[in-house]
């Protein structure tokens, strides 16, 4: 199993602090965002190497990173060649780009850069080998007005998904997708088919919304503590948090 992260956004919503300096390297508990998200998928068995994809603003600021931190399986940095948030690929443009630079043809975990979480990887890789078909990691805000900022998962008895909203208007759930996604290698084609359509490429999400309907995707859900850092706000509570 290949990890991908997704460390290749702006974060214009936390300007000052990364203007000049990436989000998920920025220090919750005194080591960096991504170094906590390194942490969790420690507990996955089978992930053989880590790509951390990046932009051409921010990819030496990861490379200078890498040289100073040890760890026990192979980290790459990509770069995606985007300048600004003009021209940034996505998160889904970004797996894509990921796939087809390292012809990768193995089953992916793919996660936000920007994800604090307390909940476990292995819990949710052991539901993938149960399964064998794409999971996504949930996490429910039980508040219908926060859920209008997430991509809203409806789940059935067996948690299998059957609706998926980004940023629904009128949400009908409040279980939110935490941008953590375990891809099986099956799924590749349906990555390069999606978006001949015209369909918006840019979110992940706008992928399950699409995919569900295709082929099973299931949900892992959990209670346990999990921050998105979108804004100022939500980085000085992680720090609290964490």
Not at 176 to 202: R, W
Request: some cysteine.
């Amino acid at each position: 199993m290949k990890a991908i992260i997704l460390a290749a956004g702006y974060a214009t919503r936390l300007y000052p602090l990364t203007l000049n300096k990436p989000k998920p390297l920025l220090d919750i508990g005194e080591k960096p965002i991504i170094e906590h998200i390194l942490d969790k998928l420690r507990e996955v068995d089978g992930i053989d190497e880590i790509f951390v994809v990046t932009n051409s603003k921010f990819h030496e600021h990861f490379n200078k990173w890498l040289n100073n931190f040890k760890f026990d399986k192979k980290i790459k940095i990509i770069d995606d060649k985007t300048t600004s948030n003009e021209d940034r690929l996505g998160s889904l443009g970004d797996v894509k780009f990921v796939i087809n630079q390292e012809d990768i043809n193995d089953d992916m975990l793919v996660i936000a850069g920007d994800n604090l979480f307390e909940f476990s990887l292995k819990d949710m890789s052991e539901l993938f080998k149960q399964k064998g078909t794409t999971i996504v990691a949930l996490y429910d805000v039980e508040d219908t007005e926060l859920a209008k900022q997430y991509g809203i998962v409806q789940v059935d008895e067996k948690n299998k998904m059957v609706n998926f909203v980004e940023k629904p208007a009128e949400p009908k759930s409040t279980l939110s997708s935490t941008g953590i996604y375990i891809y099986p290698k099956k799924i590749i084609p349906y990555l390069a088919e999606f978006g001949l359509g015209g369909e918006n490429t840019d979110k992940a999400g706008n992928f399950l919304e699409w995919l569900h309907k295709k082929e099973d995707v299931y949900c892992y859900i959990s209670d346990k503590k999990w921050i998105d850092i979108g804004s100022i706000e939500q980085l000085e509570r992680a720090r609290k948090s964490f």
